[in-house]
């Protein structure tokens, strides 16, 4: 099968050696592009709108013979639960949902957090209310900020192929061992065709080594109860609660843990521009472009703005956002959902923080022309809270 | 041409403003300008409204989503002016000063007064342009409309030359790599290819329109 040609590399030489060229291609397509390198074991799928498509993508990566294994799960939570068990098996495994999807699978995630499973996997941002929307939307993103997960938001399409692929390094190093959740905004990314460079050279991510996991694989001598149902976890006492409450924060510490192997890759947790300016626009995920797209306009009118891109949401660049704000006059922070929570953390981090305009907010998949952002960076109102 | 230039295609669902957002988007790519292409975000079906948008340009494309404010609107169906067959009403939304649209008609009919001083207010050229006509006489089927809404657009504006169309039309029907359909564009495509005996008549079929529009369009604006 095509999949046993690709020579096994180091992450590092796939992501900063490995010859690339440049495709025209849509979001779901760069998905297929990253698992082609990612040597997974196992994907599991379940269609939802707007995920539908990549899964489709990587089932057609088995049948070249891509990847080992793929089925077809009953629900969300049948995927999550199923994958965790591959992961606690010791094999390479990926998938990905979106809006109620994620909802209806949430039980899980802190589970493989807590499990110190090596998950990665795509979240394809929809809206989850009634009345139904299919719409992009980030606000499972401010749901999944305690689960344990780490968590990256992608831009464009670019970083969504960059991130899957990074994504399981960082997760597999043993001081980490944690699911990554890479984000991408529904349809902004997933169905908009743009440029991307992939790799095009025979190589693929060296093989998953179990053995290098914190924890242990379960086979028939080590069942999964060990971990989930042993019995000093089980009993109703001091030690057990301790027990417990130390085995959180361990999970926190090892998502902090990530930051150097993120670092490697992403450079720094976020990305600036314009640095000096008085206005400073801070953004994730499809909100960035939109805010690349105001400062444009407004640098043709003689306004400067910065932006701060944040590319880590989850272990959050506290510092380096207390830094890069820290001469900030006025803070703009545009998003696709209603309940803002990067303004939330964001305000929660620094000094002073009446200086953030909370907003401009669409949500329910309406489309954010830049024209708004440069409307509220020029009057200073809320629009759309 | 303008810095960047933005695309709203407003059609049915089944008229191929997807593919043919597809095949301009990759023939500015192959004319080395960055370009993005995404569908309107809806559960589109046969005769449903559907949108798609184009981004091309020059330097870096940021802006993603719905073109709330284009440069050029085409429209493929009169329905989408008629019976407000669209996400955008009314039909010319957004559009900047001075810009353009092409309209396909198949039968004559007229605007209101309202919608006439309001594209005269901005400006806007409107060019009804009867694409479906030229597709059925020169390809057989109106399902080549959009190709010949492309024809006109080339021949009308700048935005890309003929033969990008036409090497982008080669690539997305008989291009070396599968292209990535959803399963009722799917099904389209091989209805399209069913009409002909071979790929090569397609692709000559689908030349055949972009020129004759082209021409059309270009006798129109002389």
């Known amino acids: 099968m095509a999949g046993n040609n690709l020579k096994e590399v180091s992450a590092e030489y796939l992501l900063f050696e490995a010859k690339r060229e440049e495709k025209f291609i849509t979001g779901s397509e760069a998905v297929k592009e990253a698992i082609l390198r990612a040597n997974v074991d196992l994907a599991i799928s379940y269609p939802i709108t707007p995920q539908s498509e990549s899964m489709h993508l990587v089932g057609d990566l088995y049948a070249e013979g891509y990847v080992k294994d793929y089925f077809r799960g009953e629900n969300e939570f049948a995927v999550m639960s199923e994958v965790a068990g591959a992961a606690m098996a010791g094999v390479r495994v990926f998938t990905a949902t979106c809006g109620p999807g994620t909802l209806r699978a949430f039980e899980n995630f802190p589970m493989w957090a807590g499990s110190r499973l090596p998950i990665v996997m795509a979240f394809m941002t929809r809206g989850v209310n009634a009345p139904l929307t299919i719409q992009p939307d980030t606000i499972e993103m401010s749901f999944l900020l305690d689960t344990g997960m780490i968590m990256l938001h992608a831009e464009n399409a670019q970083d969504l192929y960059d991130m899957i692929l990074l994504a399981y390094d960082v997760a597999e190093q043993t001081s980490v061992h944690l699911p990554v959740g890479v984000f991408v905004d529904g349809f902004f990314v997933t169905h908009t065709r743009q440029k991307v460079k992939v790799i095009v050279e025979d190589v693929k991510l060296k093989s998953y080594d179990p053995s290098r996991s914190p924890m242990p694989t379960i086979d028939m001598e080590t069942p999964p109860f060990r971990y989930m149902r042993d019995p000093f976890v089980m009993k109703s006492n001091f030690i057990s609660y301790a027990a417990h409450a130390s085995w959180q924060q361990e999970v926190i510490a090892a998502m902090y843990r990530s930051k150097k192997y993120l670092e490697k890759y992403l450079g720094s947790l976020i990305e600036q521009t314009n640095t000096d300016a008085e206005i400073q626009i801070v953004a994730s995920g499809t909100a960035v472009s939109q805010a690349r797209a105001a400062a444009k306009i407004l640098k043709e009118e003689g306004i400067e703005v910065g932006i701060i891109k944040i590319k880590s949401i989850r272990p959050f660049p506290t510092e380096e956002i207390k830094d890069a704000l820290k001469n900030a006059e006025k803070i703009v922070i545009p998003e696709f959902n209603r309940a803002g929570w990067l303004a939330k953390e964001v305000a929660s981090t620094i000094k002073n923080n009446d200086r953030i305009v909370h907003g401009p907010r669409v949500y329910g998949g309406m489309t954010m022309p830049p024209e708004i952002i440069v409307e509220v960076i020029k009057k200073g109102t809320l629009i759309g809270v | ?222």
Do not use: C
């Open chain 2, 1 to 222: 041409m303008k810095k960047e230039i933005s695309i709203r295609m407003s059609g049915l669902g089944g008229q191929g403003v997807v593919t043919a957002a597809h095949i301009l988007g990759q023939a500015a790519v192959l004319e080395k300008k960055n370009a993005t292409v995404n569908p309107f975000f809806g559960a589109e079906k046969r005769l449903a409204p559907a949108e798609s948008y184009v981004r091309i340009s020059e330097s870096e494309i940021y802006d993603v989503g719905e073109v709330v404010y284009p440069d050029i609107i085409m429209i493929y169906h009169p329905d989408v002016i008629l019976k407000g067959k669209s996400y955008t009403m009314p039909f010319y939304s957004g559009i900047r000063k001075n810009g353009i649209i092409i309209a396909n008609y198949t039968t004559e009919f007229s605007l209101d007064e309202t919608d006439k001083e309001e594209l005269k207010k901005s400006n806007v050229k409107l060019y009804f342009v009867p694409a479906t006509k030229i597709a059925l006489e020169v390809g057989n089927t109106e399902l080549s409309t959009n190709i010949a809404m492309l024809g006109y657009l080339a021949g009308i504006t700048d935005v890309v030359s003929l033969d990008s169309l036409k090497q982008s039309a080669y690539e997305r029907f008989a291009g070396k790599t599968k292209f990535v359909a959803s399963a009722t564009t799917a099904a389209l495509d091989e209805s399209v290819k069913k009409q002909y005996a071979k790929i090569e008549q397609l692709i000559s079929s689908n030349n055949a329109i972009l020129e004759k529009a082209y021409k059309e369009a270009k006798s129109i604006i002389s």
